[in-house]
Every structure is written in C-alpha cells, then in structure tokens.
C-alpha cells in the first residue's frame, strides 16, 4: 500500500547536536510539508517543496533546513541552531493533480532534546 | 492572508451524546476545506472534505460538516459519539489557486466520557 514513512519514531538529541528526520513517500506525490506540533499550537509550517531540487521556507523556518534530492524523499535536519527542538514533527504530501484531495500524513516522528 | 480558527481548545461530552466542533475561516477567496482527525502520537487523518457542490458533507463513521459561506464557517458534528471518537480534530483551509498549502486551526480536543 501507498503511504509516506517517517523515521525514526522517536528520536533523542543532546545539546549542540544536528539530528535528521527522514520522510519517504511512495505515492508519486509532488509536494511535500514539514510540519511542527506543539501542544494547544497546532501545525505549524516548516519547509514545503512543490518540486525536485526546490524548497520554500514555512513559517518556522529557523534554525531547520531541508534537501529535495528526490521526488521521493525529504528530509529534514534540526540543526544546533533550533534552541527549542522538542516537539512531535509531521510530514506531509500531496498530488499536483490532485491536490484538492488534501494531505496524506506520515506518523511522526517525536523530538526530545536530552 | 487565510486563517482557521478553532473556538474550543476542548470540549468535553458524554458518551452517545451530539457533538459540535466548531471551525470559522476568513479568506477573501473561495477555499477548500477539510477536518483531519489526530489520535495519540499518530499523523493526522482526512475526515472529510467540502470542495464544491452539496454544502453537506459526510464521513464514513457518522461525521458530518456543512459549509456556510455567509458565516465562513464549517463545523462538524455527530449525533452520537462513541469512546472511541476522543482526538484531536483540525480544521484547514486551502485556496482554489495553484497553492497548495493547507493552513490548520488550532485544534479541538475531543473527549468522550463513559
């Protein structure tokens, strides 16, 4: 079955430390979102890409940065930077064509800072 | 500028009693709009949509939403919930254009009481 796949499920980082979430997706989608969860926040926006090699900034940009190597795949990389980085992180995409369909969601993955 | 807002953070209910989720938008262009149910540490699910046509829209576990331009709103309702209904519920917006961002509420948490 066609899905997206986000690893890991839980994901510990020390201090100072850069930490990678990975979100595969085999459904041939175009577009595809990072999103940051906090309680009593919602979703808010981190990166999105509508294409291979091209990405936009959200709204939280800071202190994250993403790669579209492949239609496939997207990545994103907490960086030392991000001075608040525990929070459940959610990837999403959607079809060009298709795109009035909404989002297909991953599973999250859950960030701790230790 | 879209924006979704969710006027309850919570509400409470008891089992097998109506349930109103309340979900107001402003846009100054038509939109389309969508309620995504999130269970514990899990990615958010499509519950249902409005995209045009019949303002009524239902799901397949007894959700409904109407979409009321004059009120720019879109609450969903059930007639009876169950326990198992109990989530987070958000509401999200999208322009008819050839973005395809979703912007999310807030959120309303569901709890369903024996």
């Known amino acids: 079955d066609g899905g997206i796949t986000q690893s890991p499920k839980y994901l510990f980082r020390k201090e100072g430390q850069n930490v990678t979430l990975s979100c595969e997706q085999n459904?041939?989608?175009?577009?595809m979102y990072w999103y940051r969860q906090d309680p009593g926040q919602g979703l808010r926006l981190i990166y999105y890409s509508q294409i291979v090699n091209d990405f936009q900034k959200g709204d939280i940009a800071e202190g994250y940065s993403v790669s579209r190597e492949k239609k496939e795949s997207f990545p994103l990389t907490v960086t030392s930077a991000q001075k608040n980085p525990t929070a459940f992180y959610l990837c999403?995409?959607?079809?060009?064509?298709?795109?009035?369909?909404?989002?297909?969601f991953g599973s999250g993955t859950r960030l701790t800072v230790v | 500028a879209q924006s979704v807002t969710q006027l309850d953070s919570q509400v409470p209910v008891f089992e097998e009693a109506p349930v109103e989720l309340r979900c107001n938008y402003s846009s100054s262009v038509s939109v389309y709009l969508f309620w995504y149910v999130q269970y514990p540490n899990q990615g958010l699910q499509l519950l249902l949509k409005y995209l045009s046509g019949s303002t009524l829209v239902e799901s397949i576990n007894g959700f409904e939403a109407e979409f009321n331009k004059s009120q720019t709103s879109f609450h969903l309702r059930k007639p009876s919930v169950h326990i198992s209904d109990t989530a987070e519920y958000f509401c999200a917006v999208r322009k008819m254009d050839s973005s395809y961002k979703l912007i999310f509420g807030s959120g309303t948490r569901l709890l369903v009481r024996p």
């Open positions: 459904l041939n989608h175009d577009a």
């Open positions: 999403a995409s959607t079809s060009r064509t298709g795109a009035n369909y909404g989002y297909t």
